[in-house]
């Protein structure tokens, strides 16, 4: 293993400060067992779903529709519009890269705001975007380097029209206020994890995909999305998150479009350790820049302590930049590396 690799392990760190102690997930007198794990595991993905709660939404036709088909950059892309309500549709931008490939290609889903950013091509000019943000550009990466790749735009862009009031989070209230209304069960995360969840039905439903080695990578949002959608679909073998703040006082998952009255008291005690916990053993690895960071280990090895019951606690890891929100060159190139490696790909130098 590289020493670029082997960074991606830290001693503990175990200071959170007074508010935010983390509940074990093994109680007093309980002795760590698989068996025992396997119990809570169920238990765990119950409570979960109540936290966050179901789509009142009728059953409907999710048959994405092909709106274009163009070449970008070095890559093939097909531009979906996918159901993901009775009346509302996703765009998904799948990436191929140029060629055939003798054996199924390994894969990814991307999530952010919309697909143009993952991709690194504005799609109404088909320009490529200005480098600045290069580093977030996933969706380029991948398919660069043979992946077949998904990038799913979020909620509420697809929802409801920009209300053009230039305050920010603005689209985003109106967006929850839409959905939480049609859906009183549900919360905002509940429908950013359905409308993922639809965009990997989609890639795993394409031809030349390798159903063994599907990756979920996001930044920021597309990091939470990422990291619930790698943690409560088995379909996804590993999972990247870039900065998204793990904790719940670290960034603001008490907004409507996240955990919102859920938030708190309505957590039913769980921390996202229980969640991380989940995602065991298949392999996951947080970016830390500036909402993640030192204290963020502390979920980690909470989680690793499930991981080694599967004789697989090197599965879990953090790569910390410690430089600002942005990933850095050289956490990607060690983060993509390291993915190389738990899917059996070669460890080729990357570009970025």
Not at 99 to 117: E, L, S
Not at 176 to 205: C, F, H, Q, Y
Request: charged share 20%; net charge negative.
């Amino acid at each position: 293993m590289s020493d670029m690799i082997t960074r991606l392990s830290a001693p503990p760190y175990s200071d959170l400060g007074p508010d935010e102690k983390l509940p074990p997930i093994f109680g007093p007198g309980e002795t760590p067992a698989l068996e025992l794990w396997l119990q809570k595991r169920r238990d765990l993905l119950e409570r979960w779903r109540d936290v966050l709660g179901h789509s009142s939404y009728p059953d409907f036709d999710t048959t994405p529709q092909i709106v274009d088909q163009f070449d970008l950059g070095p890559s093939h892309a097909t531009l979906y519009r996918q159901p993901n309500s009775p009346t509302t549709r996703q765009q998904v931008l799948v990436l191929r890269p140029e060629g055939a490939a003798d054996t199924p290609r390994p894969c990814a889903v991307v999530p952010f705001y919309d697909p143009d950013r993952m991709a690194g091509y504005d799609l109404k000019t088909r320009q490529p975007l200005s480098p600045e943000r290069r580093t977030t550009r996933f969706g380029r990466h991948l398919v660069e380097h043979g992946f077949v790749v998904a990038c799913v735009e979020a909620f509420p862009y697809n929802t409801v029209p920009d209300p053009g009031t230039g305050e920010n989070f603005a689209w985003w209230r109106a967006g929850a206020a839409k959905v939480l209304a049609e859906n009183p069960a549900w919360t905002g995360m509940g429908k950013l994890i359905a409308d993922t969840r639809l965009a990997t039905d989609l890639l795993l439903s394409l031809p030349g995909v390798d159903p063994d080695r599907v990756l979920i990578i996001g930044h920021s949002l597309g990091g939470k999305m990422a990291t619930y959608n790698g943690c409560l679909d088995e379909r996804i073998k590993a999972t990247i998150a870039s900065d998204l703040g793990i904790g719940y006082t670290f960034t603001n998952w008490q907004d409507p479009w996240y955990l919102g009255r859920k938030f708190g008291e309505g957590m039913n005690g769980l921390a996202h350790h229980h969640l991380l916990a989940l995602h065991a053993p298949r392999p996951y690895l947080l970016v830390a820049g500036l909402y993640d960071g030192p204290a963020s280990w502390q979920y980690l090895n909470a989680a690793r302590e499930v991981y080694a019951l599967y004789g697989k606690g090197q599965n879990i890891g953090c790569f910390d930049h410690a430089t600002g929100h942005q990933p850095t060159e050289e956490s990607m190139v060690a983060a993509y590396q390291w993915l190389c490696e738990q899917f059996g790909l070669p460890t080729e130098p990357w570009t970025i």
